[in-house]
């Protein structure tokens, strides 16, 4: 695995009193992390195409986000929950 060949993700900041309440990030069907609060988390990855979900609680998924990691690239996505607790992921924007 080449050096810097990553996918960071972020947990967007969010007003709502579950914002500090855990979310579960996963990677190509396995969990590799949490993130609560505003966290980040960086997930040394191989090049290729891999799919990101994130879950809040123990039932809400989000949409799952199927990306290309090029050797040598990171990879930037953000996370967070809506006011009702669902949560959804997306490519971060530069």
């Not at 009193?17 to 993130?35: N, R, T």
């Not at 290729?48 to 123990?58: A, D, E, S, Y």
Request: some cysteine; charged content about 20%.
């Amino acid at each position: 695995m080449s050096q810097g060949t990553s996918i960071k993700v972020s947990r967007r900041k969010s007003r709502w009193w579950y914002a500090f309440q855990p979310i579960s990030v996963e990677l190509d069907g396995v969990i590799v992390g949490k993130l609560v609060g505003e966290d980040s988390m960086m997930v040394e990855v191989r090049p290729g195409q891999h799919v990101l979900r994130v879950k809040f609680r123990l039932v809400h998924w989000s949409n799952k986000l199927t990306l290309s990691v090029a050797e040598g690239d990171q990879r930037l996505v953000q996370c967070q929950t809506d006011w009702a607790g669902y949560p959804s992921i997306q490519l971060a924007s530069d």
